[in-house]
């Protein structure tokens, strides 16, 4: 009788690591990162001693001195005997502000831009071409330099509007004051304000916060819940029956009864600019510089956005169209229900793209003298202070947090349109 008895096991070999494909993609691992650890070391220590013979020890106590310069346009209070810190929080706004100005109308240009370019109109079609050609085969900057030059160039000075036949008048009723200095728009104003909620009390970087911001936020949160919940209840009752109640009386209801009822019990009002001496006063100020980074960042990532939509909406099958349009649908209400849901999993992905170039590109704004995050920490502060390591290093830090965070909204957003199987 034949005895089957296991083959006795192979013992570790160092070689083994090498030889043996089991071991060998974790030791080429390991040796990588052991190899990148020691060549980060070698720049830190590098780096730490050449600032010591320079006799510049990293420090970042230079963010708590006056920073001695002004800032244009701002979205909290700043003087010029705040401290770089502060000067650096109001870049960073201002950064947030036109990145997200610009992200939402990119958005919409480029989805526009994108359907009409797949137009059977002929004409439509070669113009919506044309403008995504022209502007995406030209540097930004170019664009931004070219639209600041057009602003100051072609509109009227504040002095055109004096006099009793002006040469410019003030534009929707004499409301906005449309210049060569920025445009001049109404300001919410509230007779009955809760005032403001204040946060690091009396310091240098104390900023407040509107109250009545607060609650009008809360109560449009009110209403979209209130929409939610009603679009939900119609979905239940389709589902059921098979008809689907009518329901936008109710969602405009929902959405707009709380914000109205807040915004009267707030005593809401506009603030108009008017013609005071040289200058408009009163109202919001929105200066060329911020309109034409916005309107250049916007038109040139539009244009990449529109091929990105163009080509989501390719990558739908003719046949759902085809479906859709046998079932009587409108070829509008074809591409809104039926063509751009599913295109959506295909746009987004380079969607995100967009919105970090974007984001990045605005720190072109010191072409034009928009104060952003890289005029005042990496600008100004860098000049001022000589601490270029600490600046860029922090300037580096911020955006790669805020890339971060849009990446991760985007992503939390394409998971929850992704196709679900069953």
């Not at 006056?66 to 005997?81: E, H, K, T, V, W």
């Not at 990045?360 to 010191?366: M, R």
Request: charged share 15%.
């Amino acid at each position: 009788m034949t005895t089957l008895t296991d083959p006795p096991k192979e013992s570790f070999r160092l070689s083994m690591l090498i030889y043996d494909t089991r071991y060998r993609s974790a030791t080429i691992q390991v040796v990588a990162i052991i190899g990148f650890m020691m060549l980060f070391a070698w720049l830190i220590s590098n780096t730490a001693a050449n600032l010591h013979d320079l006799g510049k020890q990293p420090s970042f106590k230079f963010l708590g001195e006056p920073a001695g310069y002004d800032i244009n346009q701002r979205l909290i209070d700043y003087n010029s005997q705040n401290v770089h810190l502060r000067a650096a929080i109001v870049g960073l706004l201002n950064t947030v502000l036109v990145a997200v100005m610009g992200c939402v109308t990119a958005t919409i240009l480029g989805v526009i831009i994108g359907v009409l370019r797949l137009s059977k109109n002929w004409l439509i079609a070669r113009i919506m071409t044309v403008y995504v050609e022209m502007f995406r085969n030209v540097p930004v900057l170019l664009w931004i330099v070219f639209i600041m030059a057009i602003l100051i160039e072609t509109l009227p000075a504040p002095r055109e509007f004096r006099g009793a036949d002006p040469a410019a008048t003030m534009k929707l009723f004499d409301t906005v004051a449309i210049t060569n200095r920025g445009i001049y728009i109404p300001e919410p104003l509230f007779s009955s304000s809760l005032g403001n909620l204040h946060f690091f009390g009396e310091s240098s970087l104390r900023f407040d916060v509107s109250l009545d911001l607060i609650a009008f936020l809360i109560a449009l949160a009110v209403g979209l819940f209130a929409r939610h919940k009603i679009n939900a209840r119609a979905h239940r009752i389709q589902e059921t029956t098979g008809v689907r109640p009518t329901t936008w009386y109710l969602n405009l209801a929902a959405v707009f009864v709380p914000v109205i009822v807040v915004l009267a019990a707030l005593g809401f009002h506009l603030g108009y600019p008017a013609l005071k001496g040289f200058n408009f006063a009163g109202g919001i100020h929105m200066r060329n510089s911020l309109i034409a980074l916005w309107l250049a960042l916007s038109l040139y990532t539009a244009a990449f956005i529109a091929e990105n939509v163009r080509a989501g909406i390719l990558a739908i099958s003719k046949g759902q169209t085809e479906a859709a349009s046998a079932l009587g649908l409108r070829p509008n209400r074809v591409m809104s229900l039926v063509v751009l849901p599913q295109a959506l999993r295909v746009i987004i992905p380079p969607l995100i793209s967009q919105y970090l170039n974007l984001t990045k590109n605005s720190s072109l704004a010191i072409a034009v003298g928009y104060m952003d995050l890289t005029g005042t920490l990496m600008g100004i502060t860098l000049n001022q202070t000589g601490r270029e390591l600490e600046t860029v290093l922090l300037g580096m830090l911020i955006y790669l947090g805020i890339s971060l965070s849009i990446s991760g909204a985007m992503n939390w957003y394409n998971n929850s349109v992704k196709l679900v199987e069953r």
